[in-house]
């Protein structure tokens, strides 16, 4: 399941009689998110929701961003996760005697920002990726988008697996690397063959020791080979393996931030009169039901993909709540006001 919160954009008329193509640039800025509409992290650093495995945060959404959490619903307890979860800890010491009280720090100490900024932790679980056949680290956009860049960082975890043995995991030595893939994803959610963009957390496959190199800081990634994309599919892969599972003995995280994309909008001519829109639809994908929050009263009309409709009704100014438990799986259209909106169950 694929959770969107939709923010409708905005859209000015001027006389001009012709329509023009604004690129908006959308930066993540988690201090400002959508849902839920406030990060509250614990102690530890870990977004209090991070072993939540209810379903109401199946994904946390910012800035038109849609970020997978704990997609497998199994926490065992509290005990485990998967996916992304946010993080504001600015400690990065070493010297811990249990390795997964390393895995909500950074090495940066916090967001790109500054010290105990907020950023995003995410953690690629093999065995979620097995089951399920997709990676649990993935981000859904409002709109189809043109990624630009993020930020990247090791987290202490994965840093301190790199360079000395842990519970688990083998330091690093020559041959070693510690790897991010990301792929785009269409409109049907499905990875776009191709083009894919490697980051490098830990590299040591020179021959020469002085050129391995670990993060420890942010670093930017480029984004921009992918072209336009309807979600992020992100994995990480090391060398350092379980030599009779498979499995990798390298805690699989990553830190990071300020993930920036290029959106397109229509600035509608023909009116005279400015037209502020704004429709927010969550959770998207859905289950048994979609809130739609609106600024003005509407109809409202839901299709399926043969244009049948499906839903219709009338919605007040504020929140309201549609029921949606007997429709099908699959892809609908919400035409709400002036807007239509995919919607996926």
Known sequence: ??????????????????????????????????????????????????????????????????FYHLPSL????????????VSNSRDNNLSYSNDADYQFNCMAQGG???????????????????????????IIFDTVVTPISFY????????????????????????????????????DYEVIPG???????????????????????????????LGKVSGLTIRIFTTDKDPSMGFANT???????KVKYHRERELDTTSFEPLEMDCQ???NPFVDYIRINLNNSSAYTIYNQVGQVVLSGQLQTGENIIETSHLS??????????ETIKIVK
């Open 112 to 138: 790109v920002d500054s010290v105990g900024a907020p950023f995003l932790l995410g953690y690629y679980s093999e065995y979620y990726a097995g089951m399920s056949n997709e990676s649990p680290l993935q």
């Open 74 to 85: 199994q926490s065992y307890g509290g005990y485990a996760w998967e996916g992304f979860t």
């Open 195 to 225: 083009n894919e963009v490697h980051f490098d957390l830990a590299d040591y496959r020179s021959e020469n020791s002085a050129d391995w190199s670990v993060n420890t800081q942010w670093e930017l990634v480029n984004l921009a080979s």
């Open 281 to 283: 639809v969550y959770p």
């Open 1 to 66: 399941m694929k959770k969107m919160f939709t923010l409708c954009l905005l859209a000015l008329c001027f006389t001009h009689i012709s329509a023009r193509i604004v690129n908006d640039t959308i930066t993540l800025d988690l201090n400002q998110p959508t849902f839920p509409t406030v990060f509250n992290c614990q102690t530890s650093g870990a977004w209090e929701f991070t072993y939540d495995d209810s379903g109401d945060y199946l994904y946390f959404t910012s800035q038109g961003m849609n």
């Open 329 to 338: 799986n699959g892809i609908y259209l919400l035409k709400c006001g002036n």
């Open 152 to 187: 990247a960082c090791n987290t202490v975890w994965a840093y301190k697996s790199v360079i000395e043995d842990g519970q688990f995991s083998n330091a690093f030595a020559a041959g070693d690397s510690l790897t991010v893939v990301i792929r785009g994803l269409d409109e």
């Open 251 to 257: 805690p699989l995280y990553i830190a990071m931030d």
